[in-house]
């Protein structure tokens, strides 16, 4: 009976020893929060309903008359680049010189003779907007400044725009006036001035 005793005894001193500590778990250093990057959302333009007027202005022979006419565009994008707090606008447009349209046939000819468009059928249009908008319905007024290449002759170009967007539609208007000379263009100072003005609206689809 003894013996039992001190076994029993034994066995529960046994079972209150210290049990070994457990592995320490490490550290872990928090990261950085994820930051979202926001995405630039691309119109495309709509050839169908975009339109590059101008007005040529008749001198001399022409006297005081103005000249209307319009080109088609060929496509291209606006963009809005994130910066800051808001995007900025860029603007990547061709114009095609063979859809152009005069007053008649003669002031037509004359027209694609002095901007040698079979040799120059396009012009370009890069530009960057000077200010940082945010993505609103409102009506914004913003000046773009980029190059124009126009008769295979590159110039630095300021177009004041409004731009609005709405429902994934982006349209933008904008009027500007170019004196042709700059451009190497051999305008007929006899019966027109070498200053044109151009007006264009552009609507451009979010692309998917």
């Not at 019966?191 to 003005?197: E, Q, T, V």
């Amino acid at each position: 009976m003894r013996r039992l005793m001190t076994f029993v005894i034994l066995m529960l001193i046994s079972g209150c020893a210290a049990r070994p500590a457990p592995t320490p778990r490490p550290t872990l250093t928090p990261t950085s929060a994820f930051t979202v990057v926001p995405e630039s959302p691309r119109y495309l333009i709509d050839n169908e309903r975009s339109i590059l007027r101008y007005t040529a202005f008749g001198q001399g022979l022409l006297g005081f008359a103005q000249i209307p006419g319009e080109f088609k565009l060929k496509g291209r994008t606006v963009t809005l680049v994130p910066e800051g707090e808001g995007f900025r606008v860029k603007l990547e447009m061709v114009i095609d010189g063979n859809t152009a349209t005069a007053a008649n046939g003669l002031l037509l000819t004359t027209l694609r003779s002095i901007l040698e468009i079979e040799v120059f059928p396009f012009a370009y249009v890069s530009a960057d907007s000077t200010q940082i908008v945010s993505l609103t319905e409102e009506s914004l007024s913003l000046t773009l400044i980029g190059t124009l290449e126009l008769h295979g002759h590159k110039r630095p170009l300021d177009l004041p725009i409004t731009l609005s967007i709405k429902d994934g539609i982006l349209k933008g208007k904008g009027t500007i006036e170019l004196d042709l000379n700059e451009y190497e263009v051999n305008v007929p100072t006899a019966i027109m001035s070498s200053r044109i003005k151009f007006e264009a609206e552009i609507v451009a689809v979010v692309s998917p």
